[in-house]
């Protein structure tokens, strides 16, 4: 039996824009997801995920003759539920060539669903990891950040950037644009955390910027105006100048808002944060719904959310130099 554990991410900056050539900034933080896998001689693949539910059932599926879980809710549900951990095992028996190899897999994560922490791509990596030690293969972080990067690609229909995998992988802060990964020197930041509790699909988030995109230059021209926020983000963060950290991190919030990935509960946590005091407040990941990351040192913006309606949860986020991490 192998477990492994990977964070989860808020994006400092450049999230949508990276899948198509911009740099982003994502930094990893201490809410992780854990990976059990345990070899089975069969070759079917089984689940147990207590956090995954559809229609308030957990899911858990696999390793029967019908593996599909038993729920009944639409097979497009089921897909997107399942996909991303099917979609880990294929690496993983493609990457050690143990196309028959079985396992069962359970998932335990402190990283909300679809909110825009990374979840999927924590759950990725710790489940490439720990299937592919299981079968003893130890993959370099930059191999397995590949291999997850692979996963997120596929469900993603091929539109998705290596940053969330690189950034789970590897830890800490890092810099993604296009191929390019590399990990980033950051100050510590006050990061606060505030959740809908809600989640957006980041497939159809994403296919609906590359048709607005498509269909107006100026949509475009707001993708390459995030690249010029995140490259002036970059020059703030190597002077430690939190101030202008949390400028940019408004004006990128205006521009994917512009590009119609908020919605009016992360626009309501993003003005409560601001109204409280925060240096700066943007939505993180697809957007849609789930979290807001916004800086501030002191206890206002907490405060503040946790009184904001449509705010299910507040709460500061240490940043981690730790990505993956090898259990046992
Ligand atoms: N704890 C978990 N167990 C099983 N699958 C998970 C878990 N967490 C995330 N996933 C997978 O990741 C998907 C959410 O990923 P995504 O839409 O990219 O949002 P985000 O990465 O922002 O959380 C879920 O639908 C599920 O397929
Ligand atoms: C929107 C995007 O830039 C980030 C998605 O992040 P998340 O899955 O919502 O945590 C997509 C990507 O980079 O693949
Ligand atoms: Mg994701």
Redesign the pocket.
């Known amino acids: 039996m192998t477990r492994s554990s990977a964070p989860g991410k808020v994006y400092l900056f450049g999230e949508h824009a990276v899948v198509y050539g911009e740099p982003a900034v994502p930094c990893a933080i201490e809410r992780r997801?854990r990976v059990e896998v345990e070899r089975r001689d069969d070759g079917h693949l089984r689940v147990n995920?207590e956090?995954?539910s559809l229609n308030g059932f957990t899911?858990e599926y696999g390793a029967t003759a019908d593996s599909r879980p038993d729920v009944d809710v639409p097979e497009s549900l089921v897909t997107?539920?399942?996909?991303?951990?099917d979609g880990a095992i294929e690496q993983v028996r493609a990457v050690t060539g143990a196309e028959d190899a079985g396992f069962d897999v359970t998932?335990?994560?402190d990283?909300?669903?679809?909110?825009?922490?990374?979840?999927?791509?924590a759950?990725v990596v710790a489940a490439i990891d720990a299937a592919t030690r299981e079968l003893g293969v130890t993959l370099e972080p930059a191999e397995l950040a590949a291999r997850a990067y692979r996963t997120e690609s596929q469900v993603q229909d091929g539109q998705a950037s290596r940053a969330?995998t690189f950034c789970s992988a590897t830890g800490g802060a890092v810099r993604v644009e296009g191929e390019d990964c590399r990990s980033l020197e950051a100050p510590d930041l006050p990061i606060v955390i505030g959740f809908d509790g809600g989640?957006?699909?980041?497939?159809q988030l994403v296919a609906g910027v590359r048709s607005l995109r498509e269909e107006y230059d100026f949509a475009a021209d707001t993708v390459e105006a995030i690249g010029d926020v995140v490259r002036n983000g970059e020059d703030a963060l190597a002077d430690g100048d939190v101030e202008e950290i949390g400028r940019l991190m408004d004006f990128n919030h205006g521009l994917l808002s512009a590009l119609g990935v908020s919605s009016r509960s992360l626009d309501t946590m993003v003005w409560a944060a601001r109204d409280a005091g925060a240096h700066g407040a943007k939505l993180t990941?697809?957007g849609g719904g789930?979290c807001i990351v916004a800086l501030d040192p002191t206890d206002e913006t907490e405060t503040a959310l946790s009184f904001t309606p449509g705010c299910e949860d507040a709460f500061r986020a240490e940043l981690t130099e730790t990505g993956v991490e090898r259990l046992e």
């Open positions: 997801a995920a956090d995954l899911v997107a539920a399942t996909q991303y951990v998932i335990e994560s990283i909300p669903l679809g909110a825009g922490l990374g979840s999927s791509a759950v969330d989640a957006g699909d980041t497939g990941g697809a789930g």
